[in-house]
C-alpha cells in the first residue's frame, strides 16, 4: 500500500507532502534522504490515528502532481497497512471492535491488537477478520525498486 507524496525544492531542500494525510510533510536535504524521511512522516501520522482510534483517510490514486511538483510513491510496512485495512474495513460496516470479535470468537482486545501497528499478529489472525469483514487477505511479494 501506498500514499502520493508531492515533492519539490524549496530553496536547497526537498519538500514532501502528502495530499491524503494533511498536515502531513517533511523535507530533507537530498532525495535519497526525503524517501526515507517520507516514509517515517506518513507512517507516524498514520499511527497516531490508529492509536486514537480513528480511520485516517484511504490513499486515493492521483494522476499527476501539481505544476512545478513531482510525484513519489511512499510504501508503507505491511503491518500498517494491515490494521489501517481492518479498520477501514470494520467502520465500513458500522461495526465495533467487539462486534467483530463476536463474529470471530476472540476477545476484543484481540481485535484491537490486529489494528495496533505495533503488534505482530499472525497471518491466520488477520485472514479471520478479513473473512468476517467479507474480504480476501491477498499476499505478493514485489521487486525492491532502486531510487
Avoid at 512522516?41 to 511538483?69: D, F
Avoid at 465500513?92 to 499478529?121: F, Y
Wanted: aromatic share 6%; net charge neutral.
Amino acid at each position: 500500500m501506498f500514499y502520493t507524496a508531492y515533492v519539490y525544492a524549496e530553496g536547497k531542500r526537498w519538500l514532501a507532502e502528502f495530499p491524503d494525510a494533511p498536515g502531513c510533510q517533511t523535507f530533507a536535504d537530498s532525495m535519497d534522504e526525503l524517501r526515507v524521511d517520507a516514509r517515517e512522516a506518513l507512517e507516524g501520522w498514520l499511527e497516531v490515528h490508529l492509536v486514537k482510534g480513528k480511520a485516517p483517510p484511504r490513499p486515493a490514486v492521483h494522476r499527476r502532481a501539481p505544476k512545478g511538483m513531482e510525484s513519489m510513491e511512499v510504501h508503507i510496512s505491511p503491518s500498517l497497512a494491515a490494521a489501517l485495512s481492518i479498520r477501514w474495513a470494520r467502520q465500513e460496516r458500522g461495526m465495533t471492535q467487539g462486534d467483530l470479535a463476536k463474529l470471530i470468537d476472540v476477545s476484543q482486545q484481540q481485535i484491537a491488537a490486529l489494528e495496533n501497528p505495533d503488534k505482530n499478529p499472525t497471518l491466520a489472525s488477520i485472514e479471520r477478520a478479513a473473512k468476517a469483514l467479507g474480504l480476501n487477505l491477498e499476499l505478493s511479494f514485489t521487486p525492491v525498486r532502486s531510487a
